[in-house]
Protein backbone atom coordinates (compact mmCIF):
# COMPACT_ATOMS: atom_id res chain seq x y z
CA UNK A 1 0.00 0.00 0.00
CA UNK A 2 1.47 3.29 -0.89
CA UNK A 3 1.55 5.94 1.81
CA UNK A 4 0.62 9.18 1.51
CA UNK A 5 1.87 10.20 4.73
CA UNK A 6 5.34 11.35 3.35
CA UNK A 7 6.81 14.54 4.11
CA UNK A 8 10.01 15.85 5.62
CA UNK A 9 9.76 15.56 9.83
CA UNK A 10 11.86 18.15 11.18
CA UNK A 11 13.21 15.98 14.35
CA UNK A 12 15.91 18.79 15.29
CA UNK A 13 16.61 18.43 18.93
CA UNK A 14 16.82 21.25 21.61
CA UNK A 15 19.99 23.17 20.69
CA UNK A 16 22.72 23.80 23.44
CA UNK A 17 21.41 26.86 24.88
CA UNK A 18 18.68 24.86 26.04
CA UNK A 19 15.91 26.98 23.48
CA UNK A 20 12.99 24.56 21.99
CA UNK A 21 13.10 23.15 19.20
CA UNK A 22 11.87 24.70 16.00
CA UNK A 23 8.31 24.22 15.20
CA UNK A 24 8.22 24.28 10.89
CA UNK A 25 5.57 24.74 8.97
CA UNK A 26 4.40 22.40 6.27
CA UNK A 27 2.30 23.21 3.35
CA UNK A 28 0.33 19.84 2.79
CA UNK A 29 -1.87 19.48 -0.04
CA UNK A 30 -3.65 15.82 0.03
CA UNK A 31 -5.99 16.19 -2.75
CA UNK A 32 -9.18 14.86 -0.96
CA UNK A 33 -11.55 13.41 -3.31
CA UNK A 34 -15.08 12.31 -2.78
CA UNK A 35 -15.01 9.37 -4.09
CA UNK A 36 -12.22 7.71 -2.22
CA UNK A 37 -13.97 8.90 1.02
CA UNK A 38 -14.55 5.86 3.68
CA UNK A 39 -17.21 6.50 6.06
CA UNK A 40 -15.89 3.90 8.43
CA UNK A 41 -12.58 4.47 8.36
CA UNK A 42 -12.40 4.13 12.43
CA UNK A 43 -12.16 0.75 12.93
CA UNK A 44 -15.07 -0.02 10.73
CA UNK A 45 -17.27 1.47 12.85
CA UNK A 46 -19.81 4.74 11.65
CA UNK A 47 -20.36 6.01 14.86
CA UNK A 48 -16.53 6.21 16.03
CA UNK A 49 -15.82 7.44 12.43
CA UNK A 50 -18.73 10.09 12.56
CA UNK A 51 -17.00 11.15 15.91
CA UNK A 52 -14.24 12.50 14.19
CA UNK A 53 -15.84 13.55 11.12
CA UNK A 54 -18.06 16.21 13.21
CA UNK A 55 -14.38 16.96 15.22
CA UNK A 56 -13.21 17.62 11.47
CA UNK A 57 -15.91 20.26 11.15
CA UNK A 58 -15.36 21.50 14.84
CA UNK A 59 -11.65 21.82 14.02
CA UNK A 60 -11.83 24.26 12.13
CA UNK A 61 -13.75 26.88 14.16
CA UNK A 62 -11.30 25.88 16.95
CA UNK A 63 -8.53 26.24 14.80
CA UNK A 64 -9.59 29.83 13.78
CA UNK A 65 -9.99 30.60 17.39
CA UNK A 66 -6.72 29.43 18.75
CA UNK A 67 -5.49 31.73 15.57
CA UNK A 68 -7.15 34.74 16.92
CA UNK A 69 -6.42 34.11 20.17
CA UNK A 70 -2.94 33.51 19.70
CA UNK A 71 -2.76 36.90 17.68
CA UNK A 72 -3.97 38.78 20.00
CA UNK A 73 -1.65 38.03 22.52
CA UNK A 74 1.01 37.67 21.03
CA UNK A 75 1.81 41.34 21.45
CA UNK A 76 2.11 40.97 25.22
CA UNK A 77 4.53 37.98 24.72
CA UNK A 78 8.10 39.21 26.03
CA UNK A 79 9.57 36.25 25.92
CA UNK A 80 11.51 36.47 22.58
CA UNK A 81 11.41 32.41 21.75
CA UNK A 82 7.86 31.90 23.01
CA UNK A 83 7.04 34.79 20.67
CA UNK A 84 8.43 32.78 17.77
CA UNK A 85 6.39 29.76 18.98
CA UNK A 86 3.36 31.58 18.87
CA UNK A 87 4.04 32.52 15.06
CA UNK A 88 4.68 28.73 14.31
CA UNK A 89 1.71 27.66 16.02
CA UNK A 90 -0.64 30.49 14.14
CA UNK A 91 1.37 29.06 11.02
CA UNK A 92 0.51 25.40 11.70
CA UNK A 93 -3.23 26.29 12.93
CA UNK A 94 -4.20 27.94 9.88
CA UNK A 95 -3.08 24.83 7.57
CA UNK A 96 -4.98 22.61 9.59
CA UNK A 97 -7.52 25.27 9.64
CA UNK A 98 -7.21 25.16 5.45
CA UNK A 99 -7.09 21.55 4.63
CA UNK A 100 -10.13 20.55 7.13
CA UNK A 101 -12.45 22.84 5.06
CA UNK A 102 -11.48 20.76 2.41
CA UNK A 103 -11.83 17.61 4.14
CA UNK A 104 -15.26 18.95 5.25
CA UNK A 105 -15.97 19.86 1.51
CA UNK A 106 -15.78 15.93 0.72
CA UNK A 107 -18.21 14.88 3.19
CA UNK A 108 -20.49 17.71 2.50
CA UNK A 109 -20.26 15.69 -1.27
CA UNK A 110 -21.34 12.34 0.52
CA UNK A 111 -24.49 13.79 1.99
CA UNK A 112 -22.92 14.54 5.33
CA UNK A 113 -24.93 17.49 7.03
CA UNK A 114 -21.58 19.87 6.65
CA UNK A 115 -23.52 22.90 6.10
CA UNK A 116 -26.23 22.38 8.97
CA UNK A 117 -23.35 21.85 11.02
CA UNK A 118 -21.07 24.59 9.94
CA UNK A 119 -23.88 26.92 10.42
CA UNK A 120 -24.18 25.47 14.28
CA UNK A 121 -20.87 25.91 15.05
CA UNK A 122 -20.29 28.94 13.76
CA UNK A 123 -23.18 30.41 16.08
CA UNK A 124 -21.22 28.82 18.94
CA UNK A 125 -18.34 30.26 18.24
CA UNK A 126 -19.21 33.99 17.08
CA UNK A 127 -22.38 34.57 19.70
CA UNK A 128 -20.46 31.91 22.54
CA UNK A 129 -16.57 31.58 22.81
CA UNK A 130 -15.78 34.83 20.61
CA UNK A 131 -17.86 37.02 23.38
CA UNK A 132 -15.31 35.58 26.33
CA UNK A 133 -13.35 38.36 27.66
CA UNK A 134 -9.92 37.84 26.21
CA UNK A 135 -8.28 36.12 29.33
CA UNK A 136 -10.59 33.42 29.25
CA UNK A 137 -10.23 33.09 25.40
CA UNK A 138 -6.26 32.04 26.34
CA UNK A 139 -7.78 30.13 28.70
CA UNK A 140 -10.17 28.01 26.68
CA UNK A 141 -7.20 27.75 23.86
CA UNK A 142 -5.35 25.95 26.32
CA UNK A 143 -7.76 23.87 27.27
CA UNK A 144 -8.52 22.92 23.62
CA UNK A 145 -4.54 22.41 22.93
CA UNK A 146 -4.70 20.33 26.10
CA UNK A 147 -7.16 17.77 24.66
CA UNK A 148 -5.68 17.90 21.22
CA UNK A 149 -2.28 17.11 22.66
CA UNK A 150 -4.24 14.20 24.52
CA UNK A 151 -5.87 12.94 21.14
CA UNK A 152 -2.55 13.21 19.57
CA UNK A 153 -0.83 10.69 21.93
CA UNK A 154 -3.52 8.26 21.69
CA UNK A 155 -3.29 8.33 18.02
CA UNK A 156 0.56 7.86 17.44
CA UNK A 157 0.47 5.35 20.05
CA UNK A 158 -2.33 3.46 18.55
CA UNK A 159 -0.64 4.09 14.92
CA UNK A 160 -1.92 0.60 13.66
CA UNK A 161 -5.58 1.54 13.84
CA UNK A 162 -5.42 3.85 10.91
CA UNK A 163 -4.06 1.64 8.80
CA UNK A 164 -7.24 -0.63 8.64
CA UNK A 165 -8.64 1.55 6.30
CA UNK A 166 -8.05 2.07 2.97
CA UNK A 167 -8.69 5.61 2.73
CA UNK A 168 -5.10 7.20 2.84
CA UNK A 169 -5.57 10.66 2.56
CA UNK A 170 -8.20 10.39 5.62
CA UNK A 171 -5.50 8.76 7.85
CA UNK A 172 -2.57 11.22 6.44
CA UNK A 173 -5.10 14.29 7.22
CA UNK A 174 -5.64 13.08 10.69
CA UNK A 175 -1.59 11.67 11.45
CA UNK A 176 -0.17 14.98 9.98
CA UNK A 177 -2.49 17.17 12.03
CA UNK A 178 -1.65 14.91 15.16
CA UNK A 179 2.05 14.96 14.73
CA UNK A 180 1.52 19.16 14.61
CA UNK A 181 0.14 19.27 17.59
CA UNK A 182 2.42 17.32 19.22
CA UNK A 183 4.90 19.72 18.15
CA UNK A 184 2.89 22.86 19.44
CA UNK A 185 1.31 21.19 22.35
CA UNK A 186 2.63 23.74 24.75
CA UNK A 187 2.78 26.83 22.99
CA UNK A 188 -0.78 28.18 24.67
CA UNK A 189 -0.06 26.80 28.45
CA UNK A 190 3.21 28.37 28.56
CA UNK A 191 1.29 32.08 26.99
CA UNK A 192 -1.26 31.63 29.64
CA UNK A 193 1.09 30.77 32.34
CA UNK A 194 3.22 34.10 31.27
CA UNK A 195 0.25 36.61 31.04
CA UNK A 196 -2.49 35.07 33.31
CA UNK A 197 -1.23 32.38 35.36
CA UNK A 198 -5.11 32.30 37.59
CA UNK A 199 -5.58 28.56 38.13
CA UNK A 200 -9.32 28.80 38.38
CA UNK A 201 -10.10 30.68 34.96
CA UNK A 202 -7.59 27.87 33.55
CA UNK A 203 -9.68 25.11 35.13
CA UNK A 204 -12.59 26.86 33.70
CA UNK A 205 -11.78 26.98 29.82
CA UNK A 206 -10.60 23.21 30.61
CA UNK A 207 -14.18 22.92 31.46
CA UNK A 208 -15.60 24.64 28.27
CA UNK A 209 -13.20 22.75 26.11
CA UNK A 210 -14.16 19.48 28.08
CA UNK A 211 -17.85 19.88 27.52
CA UNK A 212 -17.52 21.14 23.60
CA UNK A 213 -15.31 18.05 23.12
CA UNK A 214 -16.11 15.18 25.01
CA UNK A 215 -20.41 16.10 24.73
CA UNK A 216 -21.07 18.40 21.95
CA UNK A 217 -18.67 16.91 19.49
CA UNK A 218 -19.89 13.13 20.72
CA UNK A 219 -23.69 14.34 19.96
CA UNK A 220 -22.68 15.52 16.95
CA UNK A 221 -21.27 12.89 15.44
CA UNK A 222 -23.75 10.58 17.06
CA UNK A 223 -26.80 12.30 15.03
CA UNK A 224 -24.94 12.06 11.72
CA UNK A 225 -25.85 8.19 10.71
CA UNK A 226 -29.20 8.83 11.84
CA UNK A 227 -29.43 12.01 9.41
CA UNK A 228 -27.69 10.57 6.43
CA UNK A 229 -29.69 7.50 6.91
CA UNK A 230 -32.93 7.43 8.68
CA UNK A 231 -33.97 4.19 7.89
CA UNK A 232 -30.85 2.30 9.55
CA UNK A 233 -32.48 3.16 12.84
CA UNK A 234 -34.47 0.00 13.12
CA UNK A 235 -31.71 -2.57 11.98
CA UNK A 236 -30.20 -4.25 14.48
CA UNK A 237 -26.64 -3.72 12.81
CA UNK A 238 -26.99 0.16 13.63
CA UNK A 239 -27.04 -0.61 17.21
CA UNK A 240 -24.44 -3.00 17.35
CA UNK A 241 -22.45 -0.51 15.96
CA UNK A 242 -23.30 2.42 18.37
CA UNK A 243 -22.22 -0.11 21.14
CA UNK A 244 -19.01 -1.23 19.68
CA UNK A 245 -18.39 2.49 18.55
CA UNK A 246 -19.00 3.72 22.34
CA UNK A 247 -16.46 1.29 23.63
CA UNK A 248 -13.68 2.39 21.27
CA UNK A 249 -14.26 5.88 22.04
CA UNK A 250 -15.52 6.00 25.26
CA UNK A 251 -15.78 2.88 27.52
CA UNK A 252 -13.31 0.32 26.76
CA UNK A 253 -10.16 0.77 29.57
CA UNK A 254 -8.20 1.46 25.79
CA UNK A 255 -10.37 3.53 24.11
CA UNK A 256 -9.77 6.95 22.89
CA UNK A 257 -10.83 8.69 25.40
CA UNK A 258 -11.74 6.60 28.91
CA UNK A 259 -8.07 5.34 28.22
CA UNK A 260 -6.40 8.77 28.49
CA UNK A 261 -8.96 10.15 30.87
CA UNK A 262 -6.12 10.43 33.58
CA UNK A 263 -3.79 12.13 31.55
CA UNK A 264 -6.84 14.41 30.32
CA UNK A 265 -7.24 15.40 33.94
CA UNK A 266 -3.84 16.20 34.91
CA UNK A 267 -5.14 19.41 33.71
CA UNK A 268 -6.60 20.26 37.15
CA UNK A 269 -3.47 19.85 38.40
CA UNK A 270 -2.11 23.38 40.06
CA UNK A 271 1.87 22.33 38.54
Known amino acids: MNNVFSM ?3 NQASNKSGTAPRIPIRHMDFKFDSKDLDSVFYQNTTFASAYFHALSIFLTFGEDLVIDTARHHRQFVKDE ?6 TALIGQEAIHSKLHHEFNDTLAENDYPVK ?3 FLAEQV ?7 LPNGMQLSLMAGIEHFTAVLAEYMMKHEEIFFLSHDEKQRALWMWHMLEECEHKDIAYDVYQQLSGDYLMRITGFGLA ?4 LMVVPLGGALIPVLRKPGS ?3 LSFWKDARKSAHLLFTGKDSVFGGSMKHILEYLRRD
Open 8 to 10: PID
Open 81 to 86: ALKARV
Open 116 to 118: FYR
Open 125 to 131: FKYGFKQ
Open 210 to 213: FVTI
Open 233 to 235: VFK
